[in-house]
């Protein structure tokens, strides 16, 4: 059987698509763009629920359309492909990698326990450059981390009471739930935030560094293997073995550098409004923000093609 693929595209998107399309590809979507008298897409789709499009194509339309997404990409258009396996494992073995800061949640956690301490732009500064790839991350690790010494304890209440979940990932967890898909979160941040995160999701785990404190106040010290951009594709690839999982099972969602060796191992790479070091590695690109993009590219809602 000839490889398939689901292509996923964002209603708001499908004009700019259109010069980048394969004609075939076009043609199925053409019922699906408005008139050439709206202005803003997004208008045409007046209490539209679902944002995004998915259809299935062929090798060729997909190497196609392989062919031009970082082109895309470059012009925040969101666009996935992932590849539909005829020999892949029943979809309860799938299981998703998720990076948890700018990813799972709106915030960088270690940038919102700089805030209550009155640190933030310091912090900011150097976790933009270490997600951009500029700065190495184990550097910018404990460089945030000494401006964190002497932190209270008593804080991180009120630091998780203000993190906030991105758009559609609750909705995502909730299928992939009823789907049997596996879902675990490797952070570069802190397991004092992604434990409770996890379990709040239903997900299956959450792997992270753990803070110390002593009397109350921040050490400067975390425990636990550092979770680089190595140490998350260790902890996928150690798990993967673990539920004897190969990389076509395998998916890896997130935002930045630290994200990108988990990526390049995984069998579906997903970039949530990715940093352009990803580019290379990523299969799908999520600009538009809502994650039940995943939901279409691993194969759930409505196929326009049918």
Same mark, same amino acid.
């Given at each position: 059987?000839?490889?398939?693929?689901?292509?996923?595209?964002?209603?708001?998107?499908?004009?700019?698509?259109?010069?980048?399309?394969?004609?075939?590809?076009?043609?199925?979507?053409?019922?699906?763009? &408005?008139?050439?008298?709206? $202005?803003?897409?997004?208008?045409?789709?007046?209490?539209?629920?679902?944002?995004?499009?998915?259809?299935? *194509?062929?090798?060729?339309?997909?190497?196609?359309?392989?062919?031009?997404?970082?082109?895309?990409?470059?012009?925040?258009?969101?666009?996935?492909?992932?590849? *539909?396996?005829?020999?892949?494992?029943?979809?309860?073995?799938?299981?998703?990698?998720?990076?948890?800061?700018? +990813?799972?949640?709106?915030?960088?956690? /270690?940038?919102?326990?700089?805030?209550?301490?009155?640190?933030?732009?310091?912090?900011?500064?150097? +976790?933009?450059?270490? @997600?951009?790839?500029?700065?190495?991350?184990?550097?910018?690790?404990?460089?945030?981390?000494?401006?964190?010494?002497? @932190? &209270?304890?008593?804080?991180?209440?009120?630091?998780?009471?203000?993190?906030? *979940?991105?758009?559609?990932?609750?909705?995502?967890?909730?299928?992939?739930?009823?789907?049997?898909?596996?879902?675990? /979160?490797?952070?570069?941040?802190? *397991? #004092?935030?992604?434990?409770?995160?996890?379990?709040?999701?239903?997900?299956?785990?959450?792997?992270?560094?753990?803070?110390?404190? #002593?009397?109350?106040?921040?050490?400067?010290? !975390?425990?636990?293997?550092?979770?680089?951009?190595?140490?998350?594709?260790? !902890?996928?690839?150690?798990?993967?073995?673990?539920?004897?999982?190969?990389?076509?099972?395998?998916?890896? /969602?997130?935002?930045?550098?630290?994200?990108?060796?988990? @990526?390049?191992?995984?069998?579906?790479?997903?970039?949530?409004?990715?940093?352009?070091?990803?580019?290379?590695?990523?299969?799908?690109?999520?600009?538009?923000?809502? $994650?039940? @993009?995943?939901?279409?590219?691993?194969?759930?809602?409505?196929?326009?093609?049918?």
């Amino acid at each position: 059987m000839p490889d398939a693929f689901n292509l996923v595209v964002c209603r708001n998107d499908l004009l700019a698509l259109q010069g980048h399309l394969p004609a075939s590809v076009r043609a199925r979507l053409r019922d699906n763009i &408005p008139d050439s008298k709206s $202005h803003v897409l997004k208008e045409s789709f007046p209490g539209e629920e679902d944002p995004f499009l998915s259809l299935k *194509i062929d090798a060729a339309e997909a190497a196609a359309v392989d062919g031009v997404k970082h082109a895309l990409f470059d012009a925040n258009v969101t666009v996935g492909l992932a590849r *539909i396996y005829p020999s892949a494992a029943p979809p309860r073995q799938r299981t998703c990698f998720f990076d948890m800061d700018a +990813t799972v949640v709106a915030q960088e956690s /270690i940038v919102e326990l700089a805030r209550a301490v009155g640190k933030e732009a310091e912090v900011e500064a150097i +976790t933009r450059q270490a @997600m951009a790839g500029e700065t190495p991350f184990r550097a910018a690790l404990e460089k945030r981390l000494a401006i964190l010494t002497g @932190m &209270p304890e008593a804080l991180l209440p009120r630091v998780e009471a203000g993190i906030t *979940i991105n758009p559609g990932m609750e909705a995502f967890a909730r299928w992939a739930s009823a789907a049997g898909i596996r879902c675990y /979160i490797v952070s570069g941040g802190f *397991i #004092e935030f992604a434990g409770p995160l996890a379990r709040r999701l239903g997900f299956a785990g959450a792997f992270a560094h753990k803070l110390v404190f #002593e009397n109350g106040r921040f050490t400067g010290r !975390i425990e636990g293997e550092v979770v680089d951009s190595a140490g998350k594709a260790a !902890i996928v690839r150690r798990e993967s073995a673990r539920l004897g999982l190969t990389p076509e099972n395998v998916v890896a /969602i997130g935002d930045g550098a630290n994200d990108l060796e988990m @990526m390049q191992w995984a069998g579906l790479a997903v970039g949530y409004q990715p940093k352009r070091v990803l580019f290379p590695a990523i299969d799908a690109a999520n600009f538009h923000g809502d $994650h039940r @993009m995943l939901i279409r590219l691993l194969g759930g809602g409505p196929d326009i093609s049918k």
